[in-house]
């Protein structure tokens, strides 16, 4: 089965396209630039190298946060669309998972951690099962280094672009248990996505699009802003 994998969940964005577990093309860019300039031309590219049409694409696999608001919704609206042209089913993968996935076959918990900014991070925990794909071991959250590192006991491996954040933390954890990947393999790839969402579908996974909305784990600031001024205004007719 053919299947495409877009990530657009962090600053860093991906395309894949796997013929089952074999990769045909993958593209990856850290680029200063709105992911909706570069993910489409990405998959038209990552088809027309595979010799490919949309209408050959049994699955699309998105990773559907935590991560950037914007680009969240930049890879939802893209697939929506992709997904009519190619009336194929849709599988969504967590943005943490497909991160821990690059440390398939890790004997230790795995930390994957994302710049939440605001100074929190995205943290999951994972270890990988008898097949190496990440099995949670917490529920994913939203808050400071401070809240999530200190909880983490034994041998565990960090990952992501929220280990800045967290890099005095870690610091202070025993080195001799403390593990880290190569810097080639703190982003997501999105083949790993393609994988991870392959198996959901095998499993009878699927999203209805017409109900699907980006697992963010906070309130945007356009929503705080609202909550806000709705509370303030309720005050002052209160106080009226």
């Known amino acids: 089965m053919i299947t495409l994998a877009i990530d657009t969940a962090t600053k860093t964005a991906g395309v894949a396209l796997l013929d089952d577990d074999r990769i045909l093309a ?21 088809l027309e ?34 997904a009519l042209a190619a009336k194929t089913p849709v599988v969504g993968v967590s943005t943490l998972e497909a991160l821990a996935y690059n440390a398939v076959g890790c004997p230790w918990a795995i930390c994957p951690l994302l710049d939440a900014r605001k100074g929190e991070v995205y943290a999951g925990l994972y270890r990988a099962d008898g097949e190496g794909y990440p ?24 990952l ?12 202070g954890r025993p080195g001799d248990i403390t593990h880290f990947l190569p810097p080639n393999l703190q982003s997501i790839r999105a083949s790993s996505v393609a994988i991870i969402g392959r198996r959901r579908r095998q499993r009878g996974e699927a999203l209805d699009l017409t109900t699907f909305v980006p697992r963010y784990l906070r309130r945007s600031e356009a929503e705080i802003r609202f909550g806000k001024e709705r509370d303030g205004g309720a005050l002052r007719s209160r106080g009226g």
């Open 49 to 82: 190298r595979a010799g490919l049409g949309i209408a050959d694409v049994g699955l699309i696999a998105l990773t559907v946060g935590p991560g950037s608001f914007t680009g969240l919704r930049i890879g939802a609206s893209t697939v929506k669309g992709l």
């Open 160 to 171: 992501g672009d929220g280990l800045a954040a967290a890099a005095g933390l870690i610091a």
């Open 26 to 46: 993958e593209y990856f860019y850290d680029l200063a630039v709105n992911h909706s300039e570069t993910v489409l031309p990405a998959v038209h590219r990552a």
């Open 135 to 158: 099995e949670p071991l917490a529920k994913e959250r939203v808050a400071t280094p401070g809240e999530i590192v200190p909880h983490v006991q034994g041998h565990a491996l960090f």
